[in-house]
């Protein structure tokens, strides 16, 4: 298991390490979380997934959105079809480049599972 410098106690709201137990030393919730205990690693891990997802599930409304507003002039030029295709590409490569220029940082990336 891997124990990183700071304290082996976790601050859910903040991911500050704390030397011991009670509330974070830095934002002042609590309680802090024992980085021993391998459920708190685990639900520390499941937390950064759905924060990864939502964000995700965000930059592609982002993305859509600016490629059908882009895009929308390629329906009357390309035809209903093609125009359509091309909107929904556009936004993929929108999306593509959003998560490429702003990427998801784990709070807690340096926790071992
Ligand atoms: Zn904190």
Redesign the pocket.
């Known amino acids: 298991m891997q124990m990183t410098s700071g304290g082996d106690w976790i ?1 859910m ?2 991911a ?1 390490r704390n030397g011991a137990a009670g509330n ?1 030393g ?4 609590g309680p802090v979380l024992a980085l021993a205990d391998p459920q708190v690693r685990s639900a520390l891990k499941q937390q950064d997934g759905e924060r990864e997802r939502k964000r995700s599930r965000m930059l592609l409304g982002v993305a859509s959105g600016i490629g059908a507003i882009v895009g929308f002039p390629l329906v009357f030029t390309l035809g209903m079809f093609i125009g359509l295709a091309a909107v929904v590409g556009l936004g993929g490569v929108i999306f593509l480049i959003l998560r490429a220029v702003f990427p998801y940082r784990p709070r807690f990336a340096d926790i071992a599972g």
């Not at 830095?26 to 919730?29: A, D, H, S, T």
């Open positions: 601050c709201d903040c500050a974070c830095k934002c002042g919730e």
